[in-house]
């Protein structure tokens, strides 16, 4: 069985889904080619949504105006989403919290961070311990104090997702999902993808965004690729039908000698995620009772009343980090035929639409010297070097 189009998509998780749309919308035919039986199963199904400025520490620095462009673009791409797909994605913008529990962990926020943050282009706020909790009175009585990051948006990634796939339908994208992709090869004239039920599709273009796997498809990332496992789990506040909280809350705490990083992220339903673990190079998607027991104690120590809210759903989901956990946009083979979109580690919802705009950028051949230059802070052929653990925000 052989199909044709413009363009191949492996991998129809919010990046996958994100990019064509962005393609279709510009009169390219598109097939997406997904492993799993739904659409946004993988890192898509198990992020916990921020859209994100300063929160993760690869936000700031080389990939800050990539994160600024894509912040500037989410309202717009919303809008748009909703007109084509019908359905609207509630999201929350009161901006992140994050808090110190203690003074040690204050004079690192003051001393450590904030600089970064102020050298970014995102506003921060600098917060006493009762201005923190006069925003999120459940907040520990153990805060001395924090930052109120406004810009930061959250959204419920499944709603995203729900979105994207009515997209993709209404749009006429072409999605065969149940169907792996086994090879990715290119020539001059073209390029194909392999599945593994023997189908071919042939394409101008192959895009390869299948998360931590993409490796697999490209050897020339296998290297620089690698799964980052987190888990969440989600809690619900009793009595209400609205966001539980008006922020999404974050801090890093240590405690004979380990870091957690409790993240609590609001729902517009009453359901609260609450996150996240880090485990750098495991790539099994299995929720453990250690896992769980983890985030239970940190975000009791964030917020002690939510160790009280009753747990609906515990997943885990793998991020797809590159070496330096900034992502890998551009052609990787000498053809410019197969194309990279991968390594967003914990960033696929916040960099979705600018990933998008940037993918179609280099399909088109057309770009300014701005979008030059976030591409140049993607592009596959640079020279990795390993990133120092940030803190993590999304499994």
């Given at each position: 069985m052989r199909e044709t189009c413009d363009v191949a998509i492996v991998g129809g998780g919010v990046i996958g889904c994100a990019i064509a749309h962005r393609i279709r919308s510009e009169g390219r035919s598109v097939v997406i080619v997904e492993a799993a039986p739904k659409l946004g199963l993988g890192a898509s199904d198990a992020a916990m949504g921020g859209i994100l400025t300063q929160t993760e520490g690869s936000c700031l620095g080389r990939l800050s105006p990539v994160i600024k462009y894509s912040r500037d673009l989410y309202p717009g791409w919303l809008d748009e989403l909703a007109e084509v797909s019908g359905f609207e994605v509630a999201v929350l913008d009161g901006g992140d919290i994050q808090v110190a529990l203690d003074d040690d962990e204050m004079t690192r926020l003051e001393t450590v961070v904030l600089p970064k943050w102020v050298a970014s282009p995102f506003a921060v706020e600098q917060l006493t311990a009762a201005e923190a909790r006069s925003l999120e009175p459940l907040l520990s009585e153990a805060v001395v104090g924090g930052f109120l990051l406004p810009e930061?948006?959250?959204?419920?990634?499944?709603?995203?997702?729900?979105?994207?796939?009515?997209t993709m339908e209404r749009a006429g994208v072409g999605v065969r999902v149940g169907d792996r992709a086994l090879r990715v090869a290119s020539s001059p004239e073209g390029a194909l993808v392999e599945l593994h039920d023997g189908g071919v599709i042939h394409a101008g273009t192959v895009v390869?965004?299948?998360?931590?796997?993409?490796g697999r498809l490209l050897p020339s990332l296998a290297d620089v690729m690698l799964p980052i496992k987190g888990e969440a789990f989600n809690v619900r506040r009793p009595g209400f039908t609205t966001y539980p909280l008006r922020h999404h809350v974050f801090a890093e705490i240590t405690s004979d000698g380990h870091t957690g990083y409790p993240y609590?992220?609001?729902?517009?339903?009453?359901?609260?995620?609450?996150?996240?673990t880090y485990e750098?190079?495991?790539?099994?998607?299995?929720?453990?009772?250690?896992?769980?027991?983890?985030?239970?104690?940190?975000a009791a120590t964030l917020m002690p009343a939510v160790a009280e809210w009753p747990?609906?759903?515990?997943?885990?989901?793998?991020?797809?980090?590159?070496?330096?956990h900034i992502p890998i946009i551009g052609y990787v083979d000498d053809h410019r035929r197969l194309l990279a979109a991968t390594g967003h580690a914990g960033l696929g919802v916040t960099l979705a639409p600018a990933t998008a705009e940037l993918v179609s950028a280099v399909l088109n051949g057309r770009a300014d010297e701005e979008t030059r230059d976030r591409l140049d802070i993607c592009r596959p052929d640079r020279s990795f070097t390993t990133a120092p653990t940030p803190a993590p925000t999304a499994p």
């Open positions: 930061e948006l959250a959204l419920d990634p499944r709603e995203l997702m729900e979105a994207l796939r009515r390869v965004a299948a998360g931590h796997l993409s609590l992220v609001p729902r517009h339903d009453g359901r609260l995620a609450v996150g996240v750098e190079g495991v790539g099994d998607p299995t929720p453990t009772a250690a896992g769980r027991d983890e985030i239970s104690r940190w747990i609906e759903h515990h997943w885990a989901g793998l991020r797809p980090a590159s070496a330096d």
